[in-house]
Nanobody, 118 residues
Framework: QVQLVESGGGLVQPGGSLRLSCVASGSNVSIYTMGWYRQAPGKEHELVAR??????????IYANSVKGRFTISRDNAKNTVYLQMNSLKPEDTAVYYCNADREYSSSWGQGTQVTVSS
């Protein structure tokens, strides 16, 4: 089973950028559908972005709230998935979690805090 470790969160001002990383060990990220989810206090856990496995075409989908601002990508050589976040807004403040999905398997990272505030 794949193990996931997120990093890259922090405090940024509105309009700023952050790049989150999710490093996988124990398996290759290319065979998983990888996703970024987030949860803010008092709000529902939501999908932010997802990139499908190589066998599924490696296409990406995004929540409407982040479309055009966030980009999910995968570096198979580094076994890492990224979430580039630009034009950040206060409503993007949340704990961001990395997820790996495979038939009969689902793995989650520990989460990384993103705070957007002036």
């Amino acid at each position: 089973q794949v193990q996931l470790v997120e990093s890259g969160g922090g405090l940024v001002q509105p309009g700023g950028s952050l790049r989150l990383s999710c490093v996988a060990s124990g398996s290759n990220v290319s065979i998983y559908t990888m996703g970024w989810y987030r949860q803010a206090p008092g709000k529902e856990h939501e999908l932010v972005a997802r990139i499908f496995s190589v066998s599924s075409g490696s296409s990406a989908i995004y929540a409407n709230s982040v479309k055009g601002r966030f980009t999910i990508s995968r570096d198979n050589a580094k076994n890492t998935v990224y979430l580039q976040m630009n034009s950040l807004k206060p409503e993007d403040t949340a704990v961001y979690y990395c997820n790996a999905d495979r038939e009969y398997s689902s793995s989650w990272g520990q989460g990384t805090q993103v705070t957007v505030s002036s």
